[in-house]
C-alpha cells in the first residue's frame, strides 16, 4: 500500500472520499485556501476564492512579494515569516488587507478578514510551507453573492476537466500520480485545520469526514460514518433538519451569526444552549449534483454570553443614572456629549438622546461655557476637578452648580471625561439670605443697644435670634456639599446586582464613590435644616386629630431596613385605638427619632428590645419609648437635647434629632424626661398636653 492510499484507506462503501472529491471540496470551499512554499512564500496551491480575491492576476509559482507587491508595508510579509520560522499558528480577526483586486493597479480596496496562517511539515518534520484559511468579512451578502458565482465557475470547469480528461486520457493518467500526491497534502491540512469542519454525506447527511477541532466540541460522541439525526438525535426538534434539507435540495449557501442550539456536548449528557457562527455549503460531485453538504463552524458562546452580561449591566446603569437628580454625562476630547442622563431633559428643552454629539458649548450657551471652559481644558489633559460654578443657561435660567470632572483615561490616553454637575441653587440663595439675615440682625441689635430700658426684652430675643442663625449658618457650611441621600438604597442594590467585573473599571469605581459620598450627606441635611427653620418659627402648629396606631404603624415602614439589619424586635402597648389632638408631623417626627435611637444604640451583647407604651393622665398624654441599649450617663444630660450634640461617637448621626424631638414637644407646650443606665438601657417619656 503506497503512501497516497494509505491516507485515503477509507472503507469500501459509497461514502468514502476519493481524490477528486477532496480536490473539490477544497475547490469548492467558501474559505479562501492557499499554500505557500518555502522561505519566499510561493504560491503552491491557490482555490478558487483566493483567487478570485486578485482577479486574473497568476498567482502559482510566484512568491507572494511578487504576485501581489501592494501588501508591502502591510503586516502581511512579516506574520508569514514569524508562521514560517516560528511554526507558531497566527490567528487574525477583522485585519485590514489593501489589496488590488484585479492587475489594473487602480481602485485599492480595503477589506477586512478573518484567516489562519499555519504551518506546514514535509514527511521530515521539517517546515516547509503555510497554509492559509481566510473568510473575508467586509459584507456576508457579499460573502455569499461571490460563493454562488464561485459554484458556476466550478461547476463549469468541472465539465471542462471532464472533456478534457476524455480527450487526452494519457495526458490524465500521467498527472494523476501527481495529483494523488497533492490530494494527501490536501487531506492533511484539512484535518489540521483549526476550526471545525465536517463533511455531511448524501441524503440522509452521514458524516463522512469530521476534523479533530469539530470532534473536540463533542468529545466522547461517535459521529463518522452516522447519519447526523442518528449521531445527535436531539437535534430533531430543532430548526437544523429543515435548513439542512433545503441546502441540499437548492444548493443555496445558508450561513448564520450567533445561531443557537440546543445540544449535548457527550452521549446522554445533559442539553447546552451553544452559539455557532456556521455556513453550510452544498457539495457537488463531478456531475454537477449536489451529493453532500460541507459544514464550517465555530462556537461563539463565550462571546455571545459577555455582550448579554455587558449589555445587562449597561441598562441597569443606566437606569440608575437616569434615577438620580444629577446631571450626569460623559464629553469626549472635541467637547461633545456621548452620554447625558435624564436629569439632562429637566434643564434643556431637549431629550437625553438629542443632545449626543453636540458639543458643550451649543448646549449650555456661550456664557456658561466661558465659567467653565477653564476646567474642561484641565480634564481634558487628565486632571480630576471639583468646582462651584454661576451658569447662566437662557434668560431667566440660572443655576448655581457643584461639579465634578473624573477624566476617561484608557491606556495612558486621555479620551474624554465624566462630568456629575448637582443644582445647589437653593443652598447657595439660603446661605446669602442666612448670611444677610445675619448682617440685618447685627445692625438691629447695635440700634436697639442705644434705646431704653423698655427695648432691653425685644434685644434679648434678637440675640437669641442670632444665635440660631449662626447655628444655621454652620450647618448651612458644615453639610451642604451635594445631594442623593435618598436613593441610597438603590445605589446599595445596584452594587449588589451588578457583575463584580463591570465594577472593576477606575472611572466606574470613582462615579460611585462620588454618588455614594454626595448620598451620605445631601437629603440628611436639607431635611434637618428645613425642619429647624420651621421650628423656630412655628411656635404653635396646626393640631389635628391623630391616631396613634397609624403614626406607628408608618414609622415601622420607614424604619423597616434599619429594624431588618440590627435583627430588632419592637412592640407597641396600648396605642390600640388612641387618638387626641396634636401635630401629626410633629407626632410622626417625635416616634421616629425615639424609636430610631433606640435601635441605632443598640447593645452589641444582646438583641434590642424596643417598646412603645401609651397611658394618659388627667392632664397629660404619655409617650414612653424603652430600649436595652448601651444607655447613657446622665451627668452630661445638658448635651442631651443640645444642637450637634452626641453622648455616642461610635455610630452614624448628626446630633439634631433630639434636639428636634425637644424643640417640637416645647413649642406644644409639653416636655421631655429621661431615664438611663449605662449598659442597661434608656427610658424617653414625653409628656403632651391634654
Known amino acids: 500500500m503506497n503512501e497516497t492510499s494509505q491516507l485515503l484507506s477509507f472503507s469500501p462503501a459509497s461514502t468514502a472520499l476519493q481524490p477528486e472529491d477532496l480536490y473539490g471540496i477544497f475547490m469548492q470551499a467558501p474559505a479562501m485556501m492557499c499554500v505557500f512554499k518555502g522561505p519566499d512564500h510561493v504560491f503552491a496551491f491557490v482555490n478558487p476564492p483566493y483567487q478570485a480575491l486578485v482577479g486574473d492576476r497568476p498567482l502559482l509559482g510566484k512568491p507572494i512579494a511578487e504576485a501581489m507587491p501592494e501588501l508591502e508595508g502591510q503586516p502581511i510579509f512579516g506574520l508569514l515569516d514569524r508562521v514560517y520560522q516560528t511554526g507558531e499558528p497566527f490567528h487574525a480577526h477583522e485585519m485590514q488587507v489593501r489589496l488590488y483586486h484585479d492587475n489594473s493597479n487602480q481602485n485599492l480596496g480595503e477589506n477586512y478578514y478573518n484567516f489562519v496562517y499555519q504551518a506546514t511539515h514535509d514527511l521530515s518534520g521539517q517546515i516547509d510551507g503555510v497554509l492559509v484559511f481566510a473568510y473575508e468579512v467586509t459584507a456576508q451578502v457579499q460573502a455569499r453573492q461571490e460563493t454562488e458565482k464561485l459554484n458556476l465557475e466550478l461547476q463549469t470547469l468541472n465539465q471542462q476537466l471532464e472533456t478534457r480528461v476524455q480527450e487526452r486520457t494519457q495526458e490524465v493518467l500521467e498527472a494523476r500520480a501527481d495529483a494523488l500526491r497533492e490530494w494527501e497534502r490536501l487531506q492533511d491540512l484539512f484535518m489540521q485545520a483549526l476550526s471545525p469542519i465536517c463533511i455531511l454525506d448524501g441524503p440522509q447527511l452521514v458524516y463522512q469526514l469530521v476534523n479533530p477541532a469539530y470532534q473536540q466540541a463533542f468529545p466522547g460522541r461517535e459521529l463518522q460514518g452516522k447519519p447526523l439525526l442518528e449521531a445527535m438525535p436531539e437535534l430533531k426538534t430543532s430548526e437544523l433538519p429543515a435548513i439542512l434539507e433545503n441546502v441540499y435540495q437548492t444548493g443555496q449557501t445558508f450561513v448564520a451569526q450567533e445561531f443557537p442550539v440546543q445540544i449535548a456536548r457527550f452521549a446522554e449528557g445533559p442539553l447546552e444552549e451553544m452559539y455557532w457562527n456556521i455556513t453550510y455549503q452544498a457539495r457537488y460531485n463531478r456531475q454537477g449534483q449536489i451529493d453532500g453538504i460541507m459544514v464550517f463552524a465555530s462556537e461563539v458562546a463565550d462571546q455571545v454570553h459577555a455582550r448579554l452580561a455587558a449589555e445587562g449591566s449597561a441598562q441597569q446603569l443606566r437606569l440608575v443614572t437616569d434615577a438620580l437628580p444629577v446631571l450626569i454625562s460623559y464629553i469626549d476630547q472635541e467637547e461633545k456629549y456621548q452620554f447625558t442622563n435624564k436629569s439632562y431633559e429637566t434643564w434643556f428643552p431637549l431629550k437625553a438622546e438629542d443632545l449626543l454629539g453636540r458639543k458643550v458649548q451649543d448646549v449650555v ?139 472593576a473599571p477606575v472611572q466606574v469605581q470613582q462615579t460611585v464613590e462620588l454618588m455614594q459620598k454626595s448620598v451620605q450627606r445631601f437629603k440628611r441635611t436639607i431635611e434637618h435644616l428645613t425642619e429647624i427653620t420651621k421650628l423656630q418659627k412655628e411656635n404653635r402648629p396646626s393640631t389635628t386629630s391623630v391616631q396613634l396606631q397609624e403614626v406607628f404603624n408608618d414609622t415601622l415602614l420607614d424604619l423597616d431596613q434599619a429594624v431588618k439589619e440590627a435583627q430588632a424586635q419592637v412592640i407597641a402597648e396600648g396605642i390600640a385605638g388612641v387618638t387626641f389632638q396634636f401635630s401629626e408631623k410633629s407626632l410622626r417626627s417625635i416616634v421616629y427619632n425615639l424609636l430610631s435611637n433606640a435601635i441605632k444604640y443598640a447593645s452589641p451583647e444582646r438583641p434590642p428590645v424596643v417598646r412603645l407604651r401609651y397611658r394618659q393622665t388627667s392632664e397629660h398624654h404619655l409617650l414612653s419609648v424603652q430600649d436595652n441599649g448601651l444607655g447613657m450617663n446622665l451627668q452630661r444630660n445638658h448635651q442631651l437635647f443640645g444642637m450637634f450634640q452626641r453622648l455616642h461617637d461610635h455610630v452614624e448621626g448628626s446630633g439634631i434629632g433630639l434636639y428636634m424631638v425637644k424643640r417640637m414637644i416645647d413649642n406644644a407646650g409639653g416636655r421631655i424626661e429621661v431615664e438611663s443606665e449605662p449598659g442597661k438601657g434608656s427610658t424617653f417619656t414625653v409628656f403632651l398636653p391634654r
Not at 456664557?367 to 489633559?381: G, M
Not at 454637575?421 to 446661605?431: F, G, L, M, S
Not at 444665635?467 to 448651612?476: M, P, Q, R, S
Open 365 to 503: 450657551g456661550k456664557h456658561s461655557y466661558q465659567n467653565v471652559k477653564q476646567y474642561i481644558d484641565r480634564a481634558l489633559t487628565g486632571e480630576r476637578l471639583d468646582f462651584e460654578a454661576t451658569m447662566p443657561y437662557r434668560e431667566g435660567f440660572t443655576r448655581h452648580i457643584s461639579t465634578s470632572y473624573v477624566p476617561d483615561i484608557q491606556e495612558g490616553e486621555v479620551k474624554g471625561f465624566f462630568a456629575l454637575v448637582t443644582d445647589i441653587t437653593h443652598q447657595k440663595e439660603a446661605r446669602l439670605a442666612v448670611e444677610e439675615s445675619e448682617k440685618q440682625a447685627k445692625a438691629l441689635a447695635q440700634e436697639l443697644e442705644q434705646t431704653n430700658e423698655d427695648l432691653r426684652h425685644t434685644n434679648q430675643q434678637l440675640t437669641h435670634i442670632n444665635v440660631d442663625l449662626d447655628n444655621f449658618i454652620y450647618t448651612a457650611s458644615h453639610d451642604l456639599k451635594g445631594p442623593i441621600l435618598n436613593i441610597d438604597g438603590l445605589l446599595t442594590a445596584l452594587l449588589e446586582d451588578l457583575p463584580p467585573d463591570s465594577l
